[in-house]
Every structure is written in C-alpha cells, then in structure tokens.
C-alpha cells in the first residue's frame, strides 16, 4: 500500500494507490496522513476497500507531491549507522545509536526545492530510510514490538549544513533544521509492501553523477533495533518521523568535492519506495 498527499503546502488531500498505479482518494475516511489516521490504519482492509469500488478514483496528473505525513510531532535521527559511512568520516564504530533531533519544519516534499542556508559554506546531503510510526512505543522489548509500530517506510533526505554542524558549537541540530532539510516520499509504503528493511538499495545523484549507491543491509543497528532502542529514552507517537542513517559518499567525506551550491540538482532512490528530485535554491 502505497500513500500520499497531493496538493499546495498547506493545503495537500490524502491519496492511495491502488496496485496498478490507480490513484484514488482518501478524504472521505481522513482529512490527512497523519498520526490519528495512522494509528488506525489497516491496509488490508483498504485494500478491500479499493476491490469493492468504495474509493472514488483521483485525478492526481500534475500536481504537487507533498511529504507522505503530515507534519510529524517530532523527527528523530540516527547518526554514524552505516559502517562505509562511519569510516568515511574518521569516526569509531557507535557502541550504540547516535541519536539527534530535526525540526518537525524540515520536512517538505520530494521534489520541492531545498534552500543553502544564509552564511553556508557546506551545505551536503544524505540519503536515507525514514520510517513513520504507526502505534505508541514506550520501552519496547522485542523485535515483534517495534514492527507493531511501524505504520511505513519512506525516502527521506537528511539535507545538513556541515560547517553548522561541526564548527559552531553545541549540538548537531543546528546543521539539521534549517528549513526544508528533509524532503520525504513521494510515498509512504506499509510494511506488508516495503519486505525486509534491511534488503533496500539506496542511491544519490548530483548533477546526474552517482555519489551514493549503498543497501540498508549495511546499517550498523538494522531498523527494529532503532524503535526499541530510541523507544528507551523518549516515547515515539504516531505520525513521528525517523530517519535511520545515510552510507558512504556524502561530500563531506571527499576532500576536494564542491558542496552543495544553489542550481544543484540532487535524485534519490531507493528500491520500492519510488524516487525523489531536489533543485537546490538560496534561502
């Protein structure tokens, strides 16, 4: 089951799509993808749904795809999680999940442009895995817990500002939140559709060059490992976002290439969960 919203920021309406592509509309169960839709959602059921014709079909030919959720409560990031990637940035294998925090006002859409901040000089991108939950998870145990609340998967790009992060004091956030540092979907794909987590290519272009090209069977902490872990320390609610580490190939790990300038054209891909397309601009 794939799910997204259609429409101008602000104002997106909730589509799925059937499995030939069909799109159809969702308004007359939700009024958006959001925590409370999801905290319900049985994609079975719509499934059924779609068999029986009780979805009316949607006209969704040149419209804007915005992020696949709406706005998250909060975005949680998993830093160093692929070992190409830790390697590349001089940095010790974590002996647990580095964990940081996004603005909920990063995430836009897949193909909306992304904006070098005022005063950037390495402004650089991640491809990453998002996952979006699905059902509370308080101190969860088991592998079997976390999957319970994963409500789908999901393309993000995890756009940070380098110099932000690493020399101007304090935390990584100030090299994460500056406005639309998280373009997400087109979709949100359920679990039943998505398979393994830990079997999805990954890819990144540049201006048409290949930068990035790794699979989440890298990942140093696999998927369900991440929602019991951060489950220990904060609780997840529906409709949060997390995005679960980029591999090898940002720019920051080659000395000598250019970073991010405004005219950039940035794709991404990973296997199922579609593709996404960023003209980067100044803010």
């Not at 706005?71 to 692929?82: A, D, F, Q, T």
């Not at 999940?97 to 909920?104: D, E, N, Q, R, T």
């Not at 201006?207 to 904060?234: C, H, K, W």
Request: net charge negative; proline share 8%.
């Amino acid at each position: 089951m794939k799910l997204l919203r259609v429409g101008p920021p602000g104002a997106e309406r909730p589509v799925v799509l059937g499995p030939d592509g069909t799109a159809y509309e969702l308004s007359g169960r939700t009024s958006d993808i959001d925590g409370a839709f999801l905290s319900r959602l049985d994609p079975a059921e719509l499934a059924g749904a779609i068999e029986r014709g009780e979805l009316p079909v949607a006209d969704i030919a040149g419209l804007r795809t915005g992020a696949p959720v709406a706005r998250p409560g909060k975005v949680v990031g998993i830093g160093l999680n692929y070992r190409d990637h830790a390697a590349e940035a001089g940095a010790q294998i974590p002996a647990e999940p580095v964990i940081f925090l996004k603005a909920s006002n990063t995430v836009v859409g897949p193909d909306d442009e992304v904006l070098v901040p005022r005063g950037s000089t390495k402004t650089d991108y991640e491809i990453e895995l998002a996952f979006v939950i699905g059902q509370t998870a308080r101190y969860l145990a088991t592998d079997e817990e976390a999957a319970a609340c994963i409500a789908g998967y999901a393309i993000a790009n995890d756009v940070t500002e380098r110099s932000f992060q690493w020399d101007r004091g304090g935390q990584w956030d100030k090299g994460k939140c500056c406005e639309t540092f998280n373009p997400l979907g087109p979709w949100l794909v359920t679990p039943d559709e998505v398979g393994d987590p830990q079997a999805l290519s990954l890819k990144l272009w540049v201006n048409g060059e290949l930068r990035q090209d790794g699979n989440t069977a890298e990942q140093i902490f696999p998927v369900l490992e991440v929602v019991r872990y951060v489950s220990q320390f904060m609780v997840l609610e529906p409709g949060d976002l997390v995005v679960t580490g980029t591999p090898a190939g940002v720019t920051a790990g080659h000395p000598g290439t250019p970073f991010l300038q405004p005219g950039d054209v940035l794709e991404l891909e990973i296997a199922g969960l579609g593709r996404q397309r960023q003209v980067l601009d100044k803010a």
